[in-house]
């Protein structure tokens, strides 16, 4: 299942997949859009019709990533009913989903430096969501006296940061499935912030 | 004090600035030869006497600030005598490094799928070089009974990973100094290996 399959009308999602895969391989600065367009069989003018841009297209992208890794994580931590479990999930859906959609993630990170200054701005919203489910949990640990952070924002970055990481070195097919890489690297969080047992 | 104040001559050196600041701001794929050659005050012919093509210009680079971090962390372990010691020498040297010269470990990091085969070759040598002291030093704490780790390869990819990320969201000029990012990722480092006091 690929982050983008509910994308509609299905020319969309197919500009979507295959501006991933061009993006990944070239950069978006390298790839043109006629090629984008190509990798969904549609002509140019066609694809302007669904994206106005490629500008628009990597907006779509990044937006697409950011939001269903927040509805993860949300998800995750809702399930959970006390600091050291919250953390735990949320940091184990975070590097998982980073290892399981290695290739999406990837391309935002390299390219969020290209997106259109309003674009950025609505998606440092969702970023800033994410950073704060972390800080409040690893804040939440440390008032209930159960985690030790003296500096409790830097902590939380350094955990999401691990996590964000994954998408970098992470090689599907290797020995490590995306759960595995998720659960070593809920217990290393746990670690970080001193979770008494 | 920049990675590339060594380059000789001068013009390879201007070169090597330029580029960088360019593939920073519009990636490799999207930074010609021309304007980098303009960057640096020359023609593109006058490029090409330094450097053959874009790709080897990106692969100096790329060994440049390899080498760099290679020789810094080795430095740093050199100097102290006991696992937990050259754990937090190595932690805070690499984070170190990555908030110090962030912009250019951001380039590497983006542009590393670029590289001709023979130049990834050679960099995959010391990027390995720098895991293995990391995973070496592990290894060693495991060894002599002063660290925990179930995961030794797992823990120390973690570990440089949270270092090497520093160059994805460290801005100069904000609160923390890269000394501060160091020293917090060193404290933290010795928590995910559970370093006894």
């Known amino acids: 299942m690929e982050l983008w399959d509910t994308v509609e009308p299905p020319?969309?999602?197919?500009?979507?997949?295959?501006?991933?895969?061009?993006?990944?391989?070239?950069?978006?600065?390298?790839?043109?859009?006629?090629?984008?367009?190509?990798?969904?069989?549609?002509?140019?003018?066609?694809?302007?019709?669904?994206?106005?841009?490629?500008?628009?297209?990597?907006?779509?992208?990044?937006?697409?990533?950011?939001?269903?890794?927040?509805?993860?994580?949300?998800?995750?931590?809702?399930?959970a009913d006390a600091p050291a479990a919250r953390l735990r999930a949320l940091v184990y859906t975070l590097a998982r989903f980073h290892a399981a959609h290695q290739r999406g993630c990837r391309v935002v990170q390299n390219e969020l430096g290209a997106l259109a200054p309003d674009d950025w701005a609505r998606i440092r919203v969702e970023r800033r969501r994410v950073e704060a489910l972390f800080r409040d949990e690893v804040a939440a640990g440390v008032a209930a006296g159960v985690f030790e952070a003296a500096d409790v924002a830097g902590t939380a970055r350094a955990i999401v940061s691990m996590c964000v990481d994954?998408?970098?070195?992470?090689?599907?097919?290797?020995?490590?499935?995306?759960?595995?890489?998720?659960?070593?690297?809920?217990?290393?969080?746990?670690?970080?912030?001193?979770?008494?047992?």
């Open 166 to 197: 994954v998408a970098r070195w992470y090689r599907p097919g290797g020995p490590d499935s995306p759960e595995d890489v998720g659960a070593l690297y809920a217990h290393l969080a746990l670690r970080m912030v001193r979770a008494l047992p």
């Open 11 to 79: 020319a969309a999602r197919r500009l979507v997949a295959g501006a991933v895969d061009l993006f990944a391989e070239r950069g978006f600065g390298g790839a043109s859009t006629r090629d984008i367009a190509a990798a969904a069989g549609l002509s140019p003018g066609a694809m302007y019709v669904h994206f106005p841009s490629k500008a628009e297209l990597l907006a779509r992208i990044v937006l697409i990533v950011h939001e269903a890794a927040l509805q993860a994580v949300s998800a995750a931590a809702a399930q």
